[in-house]
């Protein structure tokens, strides 16, 4: 079965830098998109950086400049560079991805476990 394993989040004081990891565990076809979300306590959870298997991007208003992602086809996985981080950068940040599995047209969506990010001041 397939299963997004998130990895790299931590505690870091403000101004620092982490970087997150999402692979895809399992048998696929080929990634049609991944991104990351994230949700902050009594927040909602919202959409922070994707990328396509193509590697076209998109990022939040509040994470442009700061954070990157890059996607390695080979590896099945996909990086958040996080730089800059700011306290308000602190949430639980989860992986997402659409899916072209073996057999199947159409993609198919899975999210990850979740990893906490926490930035203090």
């Known amino acids: 079965q397939v299963q997004l394993v998130e990895s790299g989040g931590g505690l870091v004081q403000a101004g620092g830098s982490l970087r997150l990891s999402c692979t895809v565990s399992?048998?696929?076809?080929?990634?049609?998109?991944m991104g990351w979300y994230r949700q902050a306590p009594g927040k909602q959870r919202h959409l922070v950086s994707t990328?396509?298997?193509?590697?076209?991007?998109n990022y939040a208003d509040s994470v442009k400049g700061r954070f990157t992602i890059s996607i390695d086809n080979a590896k099945k996985t996909v990086y958040l560079q996080m730089n800059t981080l700011k306290p308000e950068d602190t949430a639980v940040y989860y992986c997402?991805?659409?899916?072209?599995?073996?057999?199947?047209?159409?993609?198919?969506?899975?999210w990850g476990q979740g990893t906490q990010v926490t930035v203090s001041s």
């Open positions: 997402n991805a659409d899916l072209h599995l073996r057999g199947r047209w159409e993609t198919v969506n899975y």
């Open positions: 399992g048998t696929i076809f080929s990634i049609d998109a």
């Open positions: 990328i396509t298997g193509g590697g076209s991007t």
